[in-house]
């Protein structure tokens, strides 16, 4: 059991350091961030979706930037599209579930809206069929997947993909370049004085 412990801690260690030695992906983390920002001077708002695991990631992200972050500030416009779970089970059932999140980008999202969609695969139906419905919109869309990409390689603008197929893994990096995004926006948006 120790050894998995370890083994663990290397793994996610090695993914996040090939991030690190990854210009591309500093500059695609970059560029995430600069259309975020852009988004809410414009006075937009950011939706973020995900299945499981990346569900509740898109839910604490969403969390981190209507909340706070590292310190006390306005509030920004953000929320993760399945936290309204009479919604999420009435369009499932009435529709299907893979219409779950296009059909609410299609009540709330606006053109310059940014739509954060989180899948280790990338092939998640519901994602996916979110991001052809942002384009239409005229949306942001960024994808947060693991190292192909899957299907929304072609549907994003842009793709932050994890160089790792091990969902864990994947997903904790996931968490730290979303980590990483709102405390570029909040001190952007609101710099504390020195």
Same mark, same amino acid.
């Given at each position: ?11 996610? &260690?090695?993914? *996040?350091?090939? +991030? $690190? ?12 961030? =600069? ?72 009540? &709330?999202?606006? *053109?310059?809206? +940014? $739509? ?12 996916? =069929? ?65």
């Amino acid at each position: 059991m120790k050894e998995t412990i370890l083994e663990s801690i290397r793994v996610s &260690v090695n993914v *996040k350091n090939a +991030i $690190l030695a990854d210009p591309v992906m500093i500059d695609k983390i970059l560029t995430a961030a =600069k259309e975020i920002i852009q988004c809410y001077k414009q006075g937009g708002k950011l939706l973020f979706c995900g299945n499981g695991g990346s569900a509740a990631d898109a839910q604490h992200l969403s969390a981190e930037l209507s909340g706070r972050f590292y310190y006390d500030r306005p509030p920004l416009s953000a929320e993760a599209l399945h936290v309204n779970t009479s919604y999420l089970t009435a369009v499932a059932n009435d529709y299907s579930f893979n219409e779950v999140y296009a059909r609410m980008v299609r009540a &709330v999202g606006n *053109k310059g809206d +940014i $739509l954060v969609g989180l899948s280790t695969s990338g092939n998640s139906e519901n994602i996916v =069929k979110a991001f052809i419905e942002a384009k239409e919109k005229g949306m942001i869309t960024i994808a947060l997947t693991g190292i192909t990409g899957g299907e929304l390689k072609e549907k994003s603008q842009i793709l932050l993909n994890i160089p790792s197929k091990d969902t864990p893994r994947i997903q904790e990096s996931h968490i730290m370049i979303g980590h990483i995004l709102c405390q570029l926006v909040e001190a952007e948006l609101f710099p504390k004085e020195r």
